[in-house]
């Protein structure tokens, strides 16, 4: 099973460009279904502590 991290930019509706970078994770079963998804989060190690206390036994993979 696998925590995959990973990150998309959303332009902003405003007058100069700005991007909002947005981390989610999702959960992989072995098969290679995804069994679940996250919502955005604004900080990387919000979900990193989040794999830490409650997915310590997934195999963590970092695709940003």
């Known amino acids: 099973m696998v925590f995959e991290i990973f ?4 332009q902003l509706l405003v007058r100069k460009p700005t991007f909002k970078t947005e981390f ?7 098969n290679g279904e995804v069994l679940a ?7 990387k190690h919000n979900i990193v502590q989040l794999h830490k206390r409650y997915f310590y036994n997934w195999e963590k993979k970092d695709l940003t």
Do not use: A, I
């Not at 990150?7 to 959303?10: A, D, S, V």
């Not at 989610?24 to 072995?30: N, W």
């Open 7 to 10: 990150k998309t930019k959303r």
């Open 37 to 43: 998804q996250s919502e955005g989060y604004t900080q």
């Open 24 to 30: 989610y994770f999702r959960l992989v079963g072995r």
